[in-house]
C-alpha cells in the first residue's frame, strides 16, 4: 500500500488508475448518497479523481488514503449540488419537465466492471477501443489517428474484443442465471 501511496503521490498514472480500481467504487457509493442522481455521482467520482491527482504531491503519506478522498468527494459533491440549484440564466428557452430512467444498480455495476475491463487492456489495445466505441471512429481513421496500418488496428481491435469477451463472460453467465430464473418452474424448456 505504501508503495501505491507514493507512486499516487509522485503522479504516476498507473497508480491514479489502481487508487480509481481501489476506491473508486467506494467514492461512487458515497457520492450516490448525496446527490442522488446516478450521472451527476459519476460525474462527482470523476472530479474527485481529478483533484485527487492534482493534489496528490501535498498528501500526507502517513495517513489513510480513503478518508482523505472521501473528504475530496463530499466536498464535490456539495459543490455539485449547489451549482445544481443555482438558477440558470438568460439566453435560452424555458425549462420543461422531462423523464429521467436512472440506472439500476446491476447496470452501474455492470458500466464499472465494462470500464475496469477496458482500463486492464494493453494500452495498444484500449486506445483502439477507445477510439473506435468512445469517439465512433472507423478503423481507417483510428489508424490515421494512431500513424499505423489499417491491419494493426483491426489485430489490435480483435485481440482486445478476445480479451473483452473472456474478462467479461461472467457477465453474460450471471444474465444467463437471472433469465433461467426466470422461466416457469425453473427449469429449461
Known sequence: MDDLVERFRAGDPSAVRDVYRRYGGAIFTVARSM??????????????????????????????????????????????????????????????????????????????EIRRAIDDLPPDEREVVRLTHMEGLNHNEVATRMGIPVGTVKSRSHRAHRRLAAALRYLLDTANQDDDSHVEGGEDR
Not at 46 to 69: G, H, M, Y
Open 35 to 112: 446527490v442522488g442522481d446516478p450521472d451527476l455521482a459519476a460525474d462527482v467520482v470523476q472530479e474527485t479523481f481529478v483533484k485527487a491527482w492534482r493534489a496528490a504531491a501535498t498528501f500526507d503519506a502517513n495517513r489513510d488514503l480513503a478518508p482523505w478522498l472521501y473528504s475530496i468527494a463530499r466536498r464535490t459533491a456539495i459543490d455539485v449540488i449547489r451549482k445544481e440549484k443555482r438558477p440558470t440564466r438568460g439566453g435560452h428557452g424555458p425549462e420543461v419537465e422531462v423523464a429521467v430512467t436512472t440506472m439500476s444498480f446491476e447496470r452501474t455495476w455492470e458500466v464499472h
